[in-house]
């Protein structure tokens, strides 16, 4: 079992529309949390972390941890084609040694 | 700042021949990652290093994987011999310290392996 599950989609939704992309995890020493997107032929690109359980907002993307569940979700409101690409969560222990455990990635695909 | 530079782009080569892959990390950061990225196993990271000292070498695959960095703005990961199962993006990024994830990680654009 990996350590970090992420549905690999491929997700396509209308413009407009709300995305919530979701990852389980199975390591509870996991402290942050993070999303990155990742354009087609591009490398990654920090998108938002998170500490702990919590939510955190920044403009139309909301970042969600439950650490009980083991589960973490990103919310996109308001979804631009602009948005469509592949969204990677990451995870961290929280020691310092700076070393991300990633999911597959979503492919997100947002219609006009 | 130009970020997170790789060389080659692309890259074609057959089997049992040796394949380098060049990263220039931005200039200031302590720390360099490299990773590979494939549909099933998607990022995986294969080694990095701090202020261009190996702290973790457990995600390279095999003895055929090595990689340096001997100095702050160079580092090389070298496949010798390469074999098919090898065909992937591989992706150097960066991050300027210490301080946890909150310090990004900036990607660079990553080099496309094809290993007939």
């Known amino acids: 079992q990996k350590e970090v599950e992420q549905d690999p989609g491929p997700l396509s939704v209308p413009e407009g529309a709300i995305v919530s992309l979701n990852c389980t995890y199975s390591?509870?020493?996991?402290?942050?949390f993070m999303w990155y997107r990742q354009y087609s032929r591009k490398g990654p690109e920090l998108l938002m972390y998170?500490?702990?359980?919590g939510n955190k907002e920044d403009g139309r993307f909301t970042a969600q941890v439950d650490k009980s569940s083991k589960y973490i979700s990103l919310f996109i409101r308001d979804s631009q084609p602009s948005d469509s690409a592949t969204y990677l969560c990451?995870?961290?222990?929280?020691?310092?040694?700076?070393?991300?455990?990633f999911g597959t990635g979503t492919r997100l695909t947002i219609i006009p | 700042d130009a970020g997170v530079i790789q060389s080659p782009r692309h890259e074609v080569t057959e089997m049992g021949q040796e394949v380098t892959l060049r990263c220039k990390p931005i200039?200031?950061?302590?720390?360099l990652f490299w990773y590979r990225q494939t549909m099933m196993r998607g990022l995986e990271l294969l080694i990095y290093?701090?202020?261009?000292?190996?702290?973790?070498d457990s995600g390279m695959p095999e003895d055929r994987f090595s990689a340096k960095m001997p100095n702050a703005s160079f580092s090389t990961l070298k496949i010798q011999p390469s074999e098919p199962r090898d065909s992937a993006v591989y992706f150097c990024?960066?991050?300027?310290?210490?301080?946890?994830?909150?310090?990004?990680?900036?990607f660079g654009p990553g080099t496309r392996l094809l290993v007939l």
């Open positions: 990024a960066s991050s300027p310290g210490t301080s946890g994830p909150q310090e990004t990680q900036y």
């Open positions: 390591n509870s020493a996991f402290q942050y």
């Open positions: 998170t500490y702990s359980s």
């Open positions: 990451a995870m961290e222990n929280g020691f310092g040694n700076e070393k991300l455990t």
């Open positions: 290093f701090n202020n261009n000292v190996p702290i973790d």
């Open positions: 200039s200031g950061h302590d720390y």
